[in-house]
């Protein structure tokens, strides 16, 4: 089921590369801070490349970037958005089938994509994908619902039309109670996996508007949202459209992207 999700975002390729947020500036220079130790920029693997928003901005910072791409239709929208960069290579395929050379980056990343990868795998992977003292770094951006003035009247919503989504609400269920920083332990995760010091969290905070239809239009490209039955998805996609507009047609959102840092060993 979960492959199956995974591999669902591709049924929305156009609309995920229109609707889907980027990711804060300073992060990216973070990430390479870490990874490029005296000024060199790192040769970096990406694991889940998606439409490339995140791999443009790491080819624009002057790395090399080998992306790698499950679906299909994801795959070729980023080679498209991708075109203009030389020194980045998009492959269509899953991190766990692809083979690196042992030790061939100096950083991989991920984004909005790690928490797909196979758990028993992901790590040792990783681990013999970087050389010693390679960073891997995965970051994922979450709505803080708590700080919403739409979240009580869009919960209700969901109450009502989206009960479809099952015991596990993802980020865009405004139902959700985990601290948008909590959803992933990633202290114990590295903790447990070999070959990787200590792990590292950082959080972006940044805000940013919506109207009723870019909205909608970003609720279509959520995993849970495309396994919805279609009608069930208009029902809500409406209902959450109508909540926008008697409220002034505008959304406005926190987010929260966090950053989960561990150096190879």
Known sequence: MKRALRLSFGEVAELYDLARPSYPSDLVDDVIACAGGGGRNPRALEVGAGTGKATIMFADRGLTVQALEPSPAMASVARRNLSGYPDVTVEQTDFESWRAQPGAFGL??????????????????????????????AFWNRPVWERSPLREDLTAVYRDFASDLGPDPGPADPVVNISADRWEDWQEEIRGAAGFGEPEVRLYH????????????????????????????????????????????????SYVTKLCLARAQ
């Open 108 to 137: 991989v990343f991920s984004a909005q994509a790690w928490h797909w990868v196979t758990p028993e795998l992901k790590y040792v992977r990783a681990r013999r994908a970087l050389k010693s003292g390679g960073v891997l770094a």
């Open 206 to 253: 940044w805000t940013c508007d919506y109207t009723a239809h870019e909205y909608a239009t970003l609720l279509s490209t959520y995993s849970d949202h495309i396994a919805l039955p279609a009608h069930r998805r208009a029902e809500l996609t409406a209902a959450v459209t109508d909540v926008i507009e008697a409220h002034g047609g505008t959304l406005p959102m």
